[in-house]
């Protein structure tokens, strides 16, 4: 299986400030990452896929980077309803693993 | 705009049979891969495995002895069966969609419903 760690898993942040979420995977999957959003008692929402693609209807703000092993989501002005887990994915080869979160909550 | 939605009782005895449906509508099941994800309270997500329209399969390992996904094109549902379930399967289940077109990105989910085990 391929296991997918992240950093860091839970940061305090401001509204309008950048924040940098890393996920590593334990070989490489080329692009084959997409980052989730998930609010408190709601499904995941999918904001990046191909680890680079925008999903449609979500803020630009919002981007990711990355290929290979080493992966980033940016948010570059953090807004209020920014305040949630993150969480990375591969879907490069199965079992499909996830990344075990990052909790950005308010400063 | 695909929809899917969970059905399924939200408690199960230890030992018996975990059976959940997902019912998809805006979009045909004919395509993609549905998925099954579980989270257990206060955790992290954890895939489960997912069906192709055809009916082929991909599971989990660390599941794979106790669950069947199973899909039924004509009524547009697919379905998760987790067999000989423990407290350790108290978890909050979403049906998802696993996009093709898309790097096989979950990219519909259902509300998710939980599901526990207890006597």
């Known amino acids: 299986d391929i296991q997918m760690t992240q950093s860091p898993s839970s940061l305090s942040a401001s509204v309008g400030d950048r924040v940098t979420i890393t996920c590593r995977a334990s070989?490489?999957?080329?692009?084959?990452l997409n980052w989730y959003q998930q609010k408190p008692g709601k499904p995941p929402n999918l904001l990046i896929y191909?680890?680079?693609s925008l999903q449609s209807g979500v803020p630009s703000r919002f981007s990711g980077s990355g290929s290979g092993t080493d992966f980033t989501l940016t948010i570059s002005s953090l807004q209020p309803e920014d305040f949630a887990a993150y969480y990375c994915?591969?879907?490069?080869?199965?079992?499909?693993?996830f990344g075990p979160g990052t909790k950005v909550d308010i400063k | 705009q695909v929809q899917l939605q969970e059905s399924g009782p939200g408690l199960v005895k230890p030992s018996e049979t975990l059976s959940l449906t997902c019912t998809v509508s805006?979009?045909?099941?004919?395509?993609?891969?549905w998925s099954w994800i579980r989270q257990p309270p206060g955790k992290g997500l954890e895939w489960i495995g997912y069906?192709?329209?055809?009916?082929?399969?991909n599971y989990n390992p660390s599941l794979k002895s106790r669950i069947t996904i199973s899909i039924d094109p004509s009524k547009s549902h697919f379905s998760l069966k987790l067999t000989s379930v423990t407290a350790a399967d108290t978890a909050v289940y979403f049906c998802?969609?696993?996009?093709?077109?898309?790097?096989?990105?979950?990219?519909?989910w259902g509300q998710g419903t939980l599901v526990t085990v207890s006597s």
């Open positions: 994915q591969q879907s490069y080869s199965t079992p499909r693993t």
């Open positions: 805006g979009d045909s099941i004919s395509s993609h891969y």
């Open positions: 998802a969609r696993a996009n093709s077109d898309y790097f096989f990105s979950l990219d519909s």
């Open positions: 070989q490489s999957i080329g692009n084959y």
């Open positions: 191909a680890a680079s």
């Open positions: 069906v192709y329209f055809r009916g082929s399969t």
